[in-house]
């Protein structure tokens, strides 16, 4: 199945070479394209040393800008029936693509993942990273902004709107069986580092975008 495994980066370098060995081991067939910021010189270091080293197909773009930003510009350089919103923190497990696939149907364009993680996730409340079709993420956001993410987030909440905003248009379904486990300080599977520390102040951000907002998909 032809499917474009989005991840944006930032300062981790030593995370791409743990994902594209999980992405090899369970997805072989996907692209993957590593979405960094120009000046990023590490993290391009790394990309450039682990394009070839698997039979995943990888590839870097350097555009930069905010998570969602670097979506949707990975979204517009991919054209795969299928696109996977992701991040260098993840551990996909066999049969998480076939399983999310398995509820596209009825409409469906958009599938949350479980990521092993977050409570409201593993309850089946919410996502993180999620499956679209072509269809889907060719689609501009509920105030026709450039989609499918909304670009005005800091980063968090991002993914509140996109389920949201799926919900409302009929297109959203959860899968508890397409883990793709996220390595999280929260639940002790990653370091702290900068990144992870200062989500407290870009949640607070995302919140007032979020509550300004929710009024477009309610």
């Given at each position: 199945m032809s499917l474009a495994?989005?991840?944006?980066?930032?300062?981790?370098?030593?995370?791409?070479?743990?994902?594209?060995?999980?992405?090899?081991?369970t997805t072989p067939g996907a692209r993957v394209l590593f979405l960094a910021d120009d000046y990023d010189r590490p993290e391009h270091e790394a990309i450039?040393?682990?394009?070839?080293?698997?039979?995943?197909?990888a590839e870097l773009d350097t555009s930069g800008g905010n998570y969602a930003t670097k979506?949707?510009?990975?979204?517009?350089?991919?054209?795969?029936?299928?696109?996977?919103?992701?991040?260098?923190?993840?551990?996909?497990?066999?049969?998480?693509?076939?399983?999310?696939?398995?509820?596209?149907?009825?409409?469906?364009?958009?599938?949350?993942?479980?990521?092993?993680?977050?409570?409201?996730?593993?309850?089946?409340?919410?996502?993180?990273?999620f499956l679209m079709t072509r269809e889907y993420a060719g689609r501009p956001c509920i105030d026709g902004s450039r989609g499918p993410l909304f670009e005005g987030y800091p980063h968090e909440y991002v993914d509140n709107e996109l389920i949201e905003t799926a919900k409302h248009r009929?297109?959203?379904?959860?899968?508890?069986?397409?883990?793709?486990?996220?390595?999280?300080?929260?639940?002790?599977k990653a370091p702290m580092?900068?990144?992870?520390?200062?989500?407290?102040?870009?949640m607070r951000e995302g919140l007032r975008?979020?509550?300004?907002?929710?009024?477009?998909?309610?």
């Open positions: 495994f989005l991840v944006p980066v930032l300062a981790r370098p030593h995370r791409v070479a743990p994902l594209l060995d999980a992405i090899e081991a450039e040393r682990e394009l070839g080293r698997t039979g995943v197909q979506i949707n510009s990975g979204v517009e350089l991919t054209d795969e029936p299928y696109v996977f919103t992701g991040a260098d923190d993840l551990r996909p497990h066999a049969g998480w693509l076939e399983a999310a696939l398995a509820k596209l149907a009825d409409g469906i364009g958009v599938v949350g993942t479980n990521d092993l993680c977050n409570p409201r996730v593993i309850a089946g409340e919410h996502a993180t990273h009929g297109a959203y379904a959860h899968s508890d069986e397409a883990i793709v486990e996220h390595l999280h300080p929260m639940a002790g580092d900068d990144l992870y520390a200062a989500s407290g102040k870009r975008v979020y509550q300004a907002r929710q009024h477009l998909w309610t």
